[in-house]
């Protein structure tokens, strides 16, 4: 877990967070902005290169960049309608960089989740939720993930939300559920639930998935 130690000089905040050994060191150079260097890991005999990586909000001239990047064979417009979240002010886009290539993203809502399965329980106001969170498969397993989460999390802290959760896979991505557990989120205990999502193929054909999830939860 990060060790975090944060100054403040006017508006601009300076937060430096050691992390352990796997996950490397990281400095916040101005609010909202996150450098960090991942260092190099074995894979097999060779030594993967250190990977540098700028997390920060989504910017609008961007968003073609990452509908390209990320998903190129659809036309549902999601990096657009994630910036509309952070532009009506319910919550930021972050969009980890290596060099000039956007290789993750999560997007963080100030509360939430709105899924009448979660909120006849909880009380979500002052709940930050994540969504919407991917790693390029070719930068998969280096950190980039937990870097992006725990940004978000530093963000929702300081936004005085309680508690962060998020919805995974119930048992189709235990991947992602390890990733969630090593950094402390806790089944919420009450069960799985369906969530739906409409997806636009590059054709313009709409589909409807469906997965039944469960939630995550963890205090600030
Ligand atoms: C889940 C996902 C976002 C993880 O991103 P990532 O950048 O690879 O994650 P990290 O490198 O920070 O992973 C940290 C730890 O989480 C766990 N983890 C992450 N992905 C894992 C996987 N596929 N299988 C098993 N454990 C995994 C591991 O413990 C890992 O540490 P390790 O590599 O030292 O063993 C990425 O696999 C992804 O984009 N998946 C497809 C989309 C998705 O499922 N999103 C989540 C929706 S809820």
Redesign the pocket.
């Given at each position: 877990m990060a060790a975090v130690s944060a100054l403040r000089s006017g508006k601009t905040s300076i937060i430096k967070a050691k992390f352990h050994s796997?996950?490397g060191f990281s400095s916040v150079l101005a609010c909202g902005m996150i450098e960090l260097s991942i260092p190099g890991?074995e894979a097999g005999n060779k030594m993967r290169d250190t990977l540098q990586i700028t997390i920060k909000p989504v910017e609008e001239a961007q968003l073609d960049i990452l509908e390209q990047a990320f998903d190129p064979d659809s036309l549902s417009k999601y990096h657009y309608k994630r910036f509309e979240v952070q532009k009506s002010g319910a919550g930021v886009y972050l969009i980890?960089w290596h060099n000039y290539t956007p290789?993750?993203h999560?997007l963080l809502y100030w509360s939430g989740p709105y899924d009448a399965q979660v909120t006849r329980y909880l009380d979500i106001t002052s709940r930050a939720f994540?969504?919407?969170?991917?790693?390029?498969?070719e930068?998969?397993?280096?950190?980039?993930?937990?870097?992006?989460?725990q940004e978000a999390e530093r963000l929702a802290a300081e936004k005085r939300c309680t508690h962060i959760g998020?919805?995974?896979?119930s048992t189709d991505?235990?991947?992602?559920?390890?990733?969630?557990?090593?950094?402390g989120y806790v089944d919420w205990g009450r069960g799985e639930f369906e969530i739906q999502w409409e997806h636009i193929d590059k054709h313009g054909n709409k589909r409807i998935f469906s997965e039944m999830?469960t939630y995550m939860q963890k205090s600030l």
């Open positions: 796997s996950t890991e980890a290789v993750g999560f994540l969504q919407a969170g991917a790693t390029k498969s930068f998969q397993r280096r950190g980039v993930a937990t870097a992006l989460i998020l919805e995974v896979g991505n235990p991947g992602a559920k390890r990733l969630y557990e090593k950094l999830v």
